[in-house]
């Protein structure tokens, strides 16, 4: 039987560490706030948004909720942005996204103060991260990290093979990887031969989007498999895009889904937030 990584537990142990830095940080009289912006109702980002809310009051970082409607223009949003960028008791900034057709995504991610960008997505977080200096990490491709760490797989030194090339995970992932000194190959739609690719992997990030899509003919015998897909199947039970009861008897570790990588995403960003309190105070 494989290892199964076991995410619940991990980010519950890095919960339980920041909650410990962030009682030191107020004893010496830093307090630490989360600004988290919603626009429009769209009920996954509220369930997101909601959960966000309640791992920091479970951490002891104070959140303001903005929960703007539907028709706000983008230069209200800018303006909020900025009047958070300026307050000096707001730590993160967080804009759930997706924000709505009418709002110009990248103009909303590049306004956030770098600073403050806990998410990790602005193009300054994404250079300092290409080249090796200190900035907010994308928190899913973080999480991953720590899972590995925390599981005790070594990174140095092995193939390893992302499918995906998304600006939110499989980019950052990558730039991960090879920050850990793996050997890192990034596949995308446009890759020939994805079996043959896959199949020389030791460490498999798989965020392609694509439910139960890595069946064991993608995997080497005795590889690490991630998976980052979520979905809800047709019996509305969550899912990976990897078929895991297909793919758990040949590989050495897997993550589950549910409980796999899902809880390391909001435990990373409240790291990031603790950080940022750290950091600039
Ligand atoms: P995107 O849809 O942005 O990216 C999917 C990537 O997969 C693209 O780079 C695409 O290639 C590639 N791809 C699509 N089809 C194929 C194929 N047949 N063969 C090879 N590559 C393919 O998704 P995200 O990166 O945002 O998310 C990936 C998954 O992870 C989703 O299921 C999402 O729900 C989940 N997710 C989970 C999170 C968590 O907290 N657990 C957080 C974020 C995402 P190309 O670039 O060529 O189009």
Avoid: W
């Avoid at 995410?7 to 410990?20: D, F, H, P, V």
Wanted: with cysteine.
């Amino acid at each position: 039987m494989p290892q199964i990584i076991d995410g619940k537990l991990i980010s519950t142990q890095i919960k339980e560490e920041l909650k410990e830095k962030v009682a030191a940080l107020k004893a010496e009289g830093t307090s630490i706030c989360l600004a988290v912006i919603q626009v429009g109702n769209d009920p996954a980002s509220s369930v997101y948004v909601n959960n966000k809310k309640k791992a920091c009051a479970y951490i002891g970082i104070e959140s303001l909720s903005y929960e703007l409607p539907e028709d706000t223009t983008q230069e209200e949003l800018l303006s909020l942005i900025g009047e958070l960028n300026d307050r000096k008791d707001v730590n993160g900034i967080l804009v759930q996204l997706p924000v709505p057709k009418h709002i110009d995504e990248d103009a909303i991610i590049k306004a956030i103060d770098p600073k403050k960008d806990v998410d990790g997505f602005h193009p300054q977080s994404v250079g300092t991260l290409c080249i090796g200096q200190p900035g907010f990490v994308s928190c899913t491709p973080a999480g991953i990290i720590q899972l590995l760490k925390r599981s005790g797989i070594e990174i140095a030194g092995k193939e390893c093979v992302v499918i995906g090339r998304s600006n939110i995970v499989g980019k950052p992932m990558a730039l991960l990887l090879l920050r850990e000194n793996g050997t890192v190959t990034v596949a995308h739609s446009r890759t020939k031969d994805l079996k043959e690719v896959t199949k020389r992997a030791d460490i498999l990030v798989v965020a392609v989007g694509k439910p139960k899509m890595i069946t064991r003919e993608y995997v080497k015998e005795g590889a690490v498999v991630i998976d980052v897909g979520i979905h809800r199947n047709e019996a509305n039970k969550l899912c990976g895009d990897v078929d895991y009861d297909d793919v758990a008897p040949v590989c050495s570790a897997i993550t589950p889904v549910p409980g796999g990588v899902g809880p390391m995403t909001i435990a990373m960003l409240m790291h990031n937030c603790v950080e940022s309190a750290a950091l600039n105070r």
